[in-house]
T-cell receptor, first 116, second 114 residues
Framework: SQTIHQWPATLVQPVGSPLSLECTVEGTSNPNLYWYRQAAGRGLQLLFYSVGIGQISSEVPQNLSASRPQDRQFILSSKKLLLSDSGFYLC???????????????FGDGTRLSIL | AQSVSQHNHHVILSEAASLELGCNYSYGGTVNLFWYVQYPGQHLQLLLKYFSGDPLVKGIKGFEAEFIKSKFSFNLRKPSVQWSDTAEYFCAVNASSNTGKLIFGQGTTLQVKP
């Protein structure tokens, strides 16, 4: 069966420090991968999605970047964190025929990021 | 811009009460609709989905949702809730068939009292 792993589960970082959050998927190949952020009291906002190795689409302008160095690995990064980067970050995957818009997404457990 | 609105932010019910959580979206074209649930301490998981066909869809654990195109709504229902239904519920819409972009509502926290 397919599984998705995110780490770390929680992270406290000072303003201006770099960031690297990792997400890996097992049990499937060529998944579509997504990074979401949930700020306190708000819904989930899509940050990036990827349909293949090295293919990244950014949904909102921000201080973050994403990379997909391997088929089942998705990394969220920042060179210098801002206070506004605090939040709950979720990785998700989907796969299937007929276009990726109508396939359900499966979520990881998330990373709670606090910027001090 | 596309948006999803969940009208109830916090709902408290007693066991066996009926549940209806509202979800409205703003988009005039073809949509794919989802309800996700997050139980305490667990990851977000799919409750049910609508892509096409019968507008009344049934999901896991006795939940169902009805897509009413004329009202741009996809309300979630359950005839009789249980204490174990205590969770946060998210409505999500995909309005782009060639991307996986989901637009989420703000979420509704459901608390069921035993």
């Amino acid at each position: 069966s397919q599984t998705i792993h995110q780490w770390p589960a929680t992270l406290v970082q000072p303003v201006g420090s770099p960031l690297s959050l990792e997400c890996t998927v097992e049990g499937t190949s060529n998944p579509n991968l997504y990074w979401y952020r949930q700020a306190a009291g708000r819904g989930l906002q899509l940050l990036f999605y990827s349909v293949g190795i090295g293919q990244i689409s950014s949904e909102v302008p921000q201080n973050l970047s994403a990379s997909r160095p391997q088929d089942r690995q998705f990394i969220l990064s920042s060179k210098k964190l801002l206070l506004s980067d605090s939040g709950f970050y979720l990785c998700a995957w989907s796969v299937g025929p007929g276009g990726i818009g109508n396939q359900p997404q499966h979520f990881g457990d998330g990373t709670r990021l606090s910027i001090l | 811009a596309q948006s999803v609105s969940q009208h109830n932010h916090h709902v408290i019910l007693s066991e066996a009460a009926s549940l209806e959580l509202g979800c409205n979206y703003s988009y005039g074209g073809t949509v794919n609709l989802f309800w996700y649930v997050q139980y305490p301490g667990q990851h977000l998981q799919l409750l049910l989905k609508y892509f096409s066909g019968d507008p009344l869809v049934k999901g896991i654990k006795g939940f169902e949702a009805e897509f009413i195109k004329s009202k741009f709504s996809f309300n979630l229902r359950k005839p009789s809730v249980q204490w174990s239904d205590t969770a946060e519920y998210f409505c999500a819409v995909n309005a782009s068939s060639n991307t996986g972009k989901l637009i989420f509502g703000q979420g509704t926290t459901l608390q069921v009292k035993p």
